[in-house]
């Protein structure tokens, strides 16, 4: 029995760092997608922001459309990032399991590092709220972008309405999801 744990432990490191550089290899790419889509949103509507002139309807119907389908990016890049911690929490899990088996106590690798993330935020420097909720920001910007332009017309309504319809039907997919955990 020793043996195989030693085997499968031997395995986990290479498993956990494949879908650790899965995970920032998924975030560059959602990353780079939507900082090229806000940017060429802001270029676009360079010339209305800058000139306090409200957006043509049919130009603003079109801001309208790319924050809902930026807000549906923001969450699957949000949903993917969370799906990535809730496959690792289980193998950094076995990694320690393992490591208290064979040697009696808390010294390996993997317990060390489960150690340093019971330290409060402050004493660890760490990022993973950062990285998890990167998304966030970015619906947040695609928000601001969508209130900007509808504050320079009568627009406020639909926007609000728009913002509000997104977000519920987001928190609705987010509570109906199937969790890897319980």
């Known amino acids: 029995m020793l043996d195989f744990r030693c085997r499968e432990y031997q395995n986990l490191p290479a498993l956990i760092a494949h879908w650790d550089t899965h995970f920032w290899q998924k975030s560059q790419c959602f990353f ?17 922001f800058l000139s306090g002139v409200a957006p043509a309807r049919p130009a603003f119907l079109l801001l309208v459309a790319s924050c809902v ?3 549906w990016i923001c969450y699957v890049w949000f949903r993917t990032n969370r799906s990535n911690r809730e496959y690792l929490g289980p193998l950094l899990q076995r990694a320690r399991d393992i490591e208290t088996a064979i040697l009696g106590d808390n010294a390996g690798t993997f317990s060390a590092q489960q150690k340093s993330l ?3 935020a402050h004493e660890r420097h760490s990022s993973h709220r950062w990285e998890n909720h990167l998304p966030s920001g970015f ?15 009568h627009r406020l309504c639909l926007a ?3 913002l509000t319809l997104s977000l519920v039907a987001l928190l609705l997919l987010e509570h109906f999801h199937p969790k890897r955990q319980g």
């Open 69 to 71: 389908f930026n807000f």
């Open 32 to 48: 780079a997608v939507e900082s090229v889509l806000l940017a060429a949103v802001g270029v676009a509507f360079k010339a209305t």
């Open 160 to 162: 609000l309405s728009t």
């Open 118 to 120: 019971t330290l409060s």
């Open 139 to 153: 619906a947040l910007a695609w928000a601001a972008a969508l209130l900007a332009a509808a504050l320079y017309d």
